[in-house]
């Protein structure tokens, strides 16, 4: 049975600034008009009161808002505002304000290997709505049909090596039969350590200074979807 290949997004498929530069900008920048325009829908409404009830109670949705926004600047991995992000974002999308970056050399690694029989999945920080989202609204197309399987941290975290056990067993693969892809080496020990194969994508849009000898930690190296071969 082919590999499959289980696949981070930021610096692995797609560039680490797309999210930095433009969905989380646009995320903050969009929020207090996406509040004005939907406050009363009971799916916006959920996430906006559990904001507030953490937040002291706050009674004003001028002053959620503010709330999120400082959570963004922070960079807080807050389910609240994973979901009022993703809600967002998929009206970005959907409106055509922008589309999901994702490498060429990735987007056509991804659909040559699944064309090749190779069962492909994700393993994000960002929800998997986001996830889904970017991919079917990329600038190569619609690439979310080509997925089997999106994971996100409700599997666990990304540096655990749990979670990708975990992950295994949602597939119903023996670990050694999955092969990850990340920019973050961290991540790669934790799979590594569970017994999955693994790849550091070293992007040289995305890391300038080439990861190299001791800093790859023993993982193999490509700088493109091209150098990997999935049955290696």
């Known amino acids: 049975m082919a590999a499959t290949i289980l696949t981070?997004?930021?610096?692995?498929?797609?560039?680490?600034?797309?999210?930095?530069?433009?969905?989380?900008?646009?995320?903050?920048?969009?929020?207090?008009?996406?509040?004005r325009e939907r406050a009363d829908d009971p799916a916006v409404r959920r996430w906006l009161d559990a904001v507030a009830t953490e937040s002291g109670g706050i009674c004003n949705d001028d002053v959620i808002v503010e709330t999120l926004q400082g959570w963004i600047d922070q960079d807080r991995k807050h389910t609240a505002?994973?979901?009022?992000?993703?809600?967002?974002?998929?009206?970005?999308?959907?409106?055509?304000?922008?589309?999901?970056?994702?490498?060429?050399?990735?987007?056509?690694?991804?659909?040559?290997?699944?064309?090749?029989?190779h069962a492909l999945a994700v393993f994000s920080s960002g929800s998997v709505g986001a996830q889904q989202l970017?991919?079917?609204?990329?600038?190569?197309?619609?690439?979310?049909?080509?997925?089997?399987?999106?994971?996100?941290?409700?599997?666990?975290h990304k540096r655990e090596p749990a979670s990708y056990r975990r992950i295994a067993d949602m597939l119903g693969r023996q670990p050694s039969d999955i092969l990850f892809l990340s920019d973050v080496v961290e991540e790669l020990d934790a799979a590594r350590d569970a017994g999955m194969r693994?790849?550091?994508?070293?992007?040289?849009?995305?890391?300038?200074?080439?990861?190299?000898?001791?800093?790859?930690a023993g993982h193999r190296r490509v700088e493109s979807f091209a150098q990997i071969d999935p049955n290696a």
Request: glycine fraction near 12%; hydrophobic fraction near 35%.
């Open 8 to 35: 981070d997004i930021e610096g692995t498929t797609s560039s680490i600034s797309f999210v930095k530069n433009v969905l989380f900008p646009y995320a903050r920048r969009e929020l207090p008009r996406f509040v």
């Open 81 to 117: 505002l994973k979901a009022l992000q993703g809600m967002l974002w998929r009206d970005g999308y959907e409106r055509g304000d922008f589309r999901g970056h994702v490498y060429p050399d990735a987007a056509a690694g991804l659909r040559q290997w699944r064309d090749g029989g």
């Open 134 to 156: 970017l991919f079917g609204h990329s600038e190569a197309g619609d690439l979310a049909s080509l997925f089997s399987d999106f994971f996100d941290t409700e599997v666990g």
């Open 198 to 216: 693994t790849v550091l994508v070293d992007r040289l849009d995305d890391y300038p200074q080439p990861r190299v000898g001791n800093a790859t």
